[in-house]
């Protein structure tokens, strides 16, 4: 059966077949990650890529257990993604979620205990040319979350994170690997130039010197000015957190927060 188009890189590189259903397209993909020969099964909906595909996962060296966290966490990252064909990069990322599933629970009994402590972290973007795209996926991806923060508009594009460090980690790869923006041609791209200004649990924050507190939702706020930025991190009472990225901003004329009262 001849693939769709989207499908057509996918099938190129894999070993892969396809069948019709009455209620969309069963696309079977064989890949081996690591020397483990995986299966994957995408059920392509009528409305897809309006809704993500159905995925299963199968494997002669996985037990069940892996194959059953593998699938959630592909189904997890297809939610994530923007409504348009997706196959291809879950495929891709298939890798790193078969290294986690072998590497993971080596790290399980001590991330529980890491899991609760809410980290604060602030990322820095390159620019943002279509920001109804991008700014949509900021605000799904901390939904999905459950993170906190601020998107900050100005001479320096930043974000600032509040939640569970794992879910930090993972906003951070999404936003690497999901295409957000375009770029100067209007091809869609990825965000290939945030960096991690600073990741700290949010309690390091704490005390006279710094002062914090927990941010409520995510907010997209502008500024024109260096006195609104500073403004910006005194409203959650984050000025530990400015005076530790204030060197990385781009203008280096950046103003001294007051410590708090």
Request: charged fraction near 20%; include cysteine.
């Amino acid at each position: 059966m001849k693939f769709p188009s989207y499908l057509q890189s996918t099938a190129e590189k894999e070993s892969s077949s396809s069948s019709s259903s009455p209620d969309g397209l069963m696309v079977q993909i064989n890949r081996s990650v690591e020397g483990v020969d995986v299966k994957l099964l995408f059920h392509l909906h009528l409305r897809y890529p309006s809704c993500p595909p159905g995925i299963s996962v199968s494997s002669s060296v996985l037990s069940r257990t892996q194959c059953h966290d593998i699938r959630q966490k592909l189904l997890d990252q297809a939610a994530a993604l923007p409504p348009e064909p997706m196959v291809h990069q879950l495929v891709e990322w298939l890798q790193c979620v078969v290294t986690e599933s072998f590497t993971g629970g080596e790290e399980e009994e001590g991330g529980e205990m890491k899991e609760a402590e809410q980290w604060t972290a602030a990322l820095s973007l390159d620019h943002i040319r279509s920001p109804n795209r991008y700014i949509s996926l900021l605000e799904r991806w901390t939904q999905q979350l459950q993170l906190s923060g601020r998107l900050l508009l100005g001479q320096s594009i930043l974000v600032i994170l509040q939640g569970a460090r794992s879910n930090i980690k993972e906003f951070c790869r999404l936003l690497r690997t999901v295409k957000v923006d375009v770029d100067s041609s209007g091809k869609k791209c990825k965000e290939r130039m945030m960096k991690v200004l600073t990741e700290s649990p949010t309690s390091s924050f704490s005390g006279h010197e710094y002062g914090s507190q927990k941010i409520q939702g995510f907010v997209v706020k502008n500024y024109k000015s260096l006195p609104e930025l500073t403004a910006a991190f005194q409203e959650i009472n984050m000025t530990g957190l400015y005076q530790q990225i204030r060197p990385s901003l781009r203008d280096s004329t950046a103003v001294t927060l007051p410590p708090p009262k």
